[in-house]
């Protein structure tokens, strides 16, 4: 079946993807983006730059970069059940739902059966918001429906406008992401709000982060950092999945080897120089808190209008090193080591030093953690982890390894 897909961005369009089928398929980039952003521009993705003449053998990157804005598991099986397309249809599922993805690029079938779009919100009560909860992939309406967010936690998206919810209809623009409680794990959100307001606390992060009650369940609501100003503009943004020309569990350096820190500080250093320093803090922050999933999808790169790039703002800093069942291991190693419990100061000063910044932010980081973990005070729920992280702290600041800071503790222990 053949492929013909608008790319859109910043109110230009940036190019069409087209083939015969999806594994043929390559985006040819317009003369008004060439115009607009010039050649080898990284407005798009550091990982499929504008080309005058797209070179072929760089076609599976630029499929990547669109492939890779589909959420993943149990997120796209539904997609795929609404749309009534398959899994692996990639190009469907985007011609379907790619209104409304992570950052500002939009793709879409200008020949779509449905017709042209036309953006709209929609209030929504505490029942409606329960049945997308429930029922929707991502809070799509059945036949209105643009949106996906690349992903495996189950999340829908909402608009937030004068106090009231939103449900984005036609490629609206979300301002929220929500996720709900976990079976089993109510208290995952609280603690996830904790790692983000330590974030925000060492400067990593600007937007909210809030426990609420939404469709009569405790659920997450996360400001979207991509969404700007009071009208909602898109801000573009891509993961180190699509920058590095990885797919789905590539993203674990230890499934291909690719996902490494040091490719990523290497496109951070070439694309966002002042940002390597934000950088190796992120990856403090991870260390300390115990955030093992600190992937190639959970860092993320921004590409505004002008054509610059900056470090995404940090995102999905969950503590999970103290979870039962949890092997432990990073998903990129630091300084070659996997395992949390092995590291140490030094493991985080020499990684960071192997990318060219010196290593003395390692432990500015660190002071700016132990700051924040003084200064707030966890949900309920989240109560055991201030003083794991704040012990934590305390040994990688006195040069030991983290050992069992994260076991967690009985009564009588």
């Not at 504008?50 to 072929?56: A, F, I």
């Not at 009650?213 to 801000?235: F, K, N, T």
Request: with cysteine; glycine share 10%; charged share 25%.
């Amino acid at each position: 079946m053949s492929v013909e897909l608008t790319v859109e961005l910043y109110d230009t369009v940036v190019g069409v993807a087209a083939g015969p089928d999806w594994r043929s398929t390559d985006i040819s980039f317009t003369p008004e983006a060439l115009t607009r952003w010039g050649v080898n521009s990284p407005v798009l993705s550091v990982g499929a730059p504008l080309e005058l003449r797209p070179h072929r053998r760089r076609a599976p990157r630029r499929r990547n970069v669109l492939g890779e804005l589909l959420p993943e598991g149990v997120m796209r099986e539904r997609l795929a059940r609404m749309g009534g397309l398959a899994t692996h249809d990639v190009a469907g599922l985007l011609a379907r739902f790619g209104r409304d993805v992570a950052g500002a690029v939009q793709v879409y079938d200008p020949e779509a059966s449905w017709g042209p779009p036309v953006p709209q919100l929609r209030p929504i009560d505490d029942a409606a918001i329960a049945r997308l909860l429930d029922e929707v992939a991502l809070g799509n309406d059945p036949r209105r429906g643009k949106t996906s967010l690349a992903g495996v936690q189950p999340k829908i998206v909402l608009t937030r406008e004068g106090g009231q919810w939103h449900q984005p209809l036609g490629g609206a623009t979300s301002t929220h992401i929500v996720k709900p409680a976990l079976p089993g794990r109510p208290q995952a959100l609280a603690e996830e709000e904790y790692g983000h307001r330590l974030a925000v606390s060492c400067g990593l992060s600007a937007t909210s982060v809030e426990v609420e009650r939404l469709g009569g369940r405790d659920c997450l609501a996360i400001e979207r950092y991509d969404r700007v100003g009071p009208e909602r503009q898109r801000l573009h943004q891509e993961d180190f999945n699509q920058a590095l020309g990885l797919a789905g569990d590539e993203k674990y350096q230890e499934i291909g080897g690719s996902a490494r820190l040091g490719r990523v500080a290497e496109v951070v250093a070439q694309h966002a120089p002042d940002d390597l320093g934000r950088l190796a803090a992120h990856l403090t922050l991870a260390v300390a808190i115990g955030n093992l999933d600190l992937h190639a999808k959970n860092l993320g790169l921004l590409h505004p209008p002008d054509g610059s790039s900056a470090l995404a703002p940090a995102y999905d800093m969950l503590p999970l090193a103290h979870l039962p069942g949890i092997d432990g291991r990073m998903a990129m190693a630091v300084d070659g080591e996997y395992a949390l419990a092995a590291l140490s100061i030094g493991h985080l000063e020499r990684e960071v030093d192997a990318w060219g910044v010196d290593p003395a932010v390692v432990r500015s980081a660190l002071e700016r953690i132990g700051d924040g973990v003084d200064r707030e005070k966890p949900l309920a729920p989240a109560d055991r982890l201030r003083p794991m992280i704040a012990a934590a702290v305390a040994r990688l600041l006195a040069g030991e390894p983290l050992g069992d800071t994260f076991t967690p503790r009985t009564a009588t222990s």
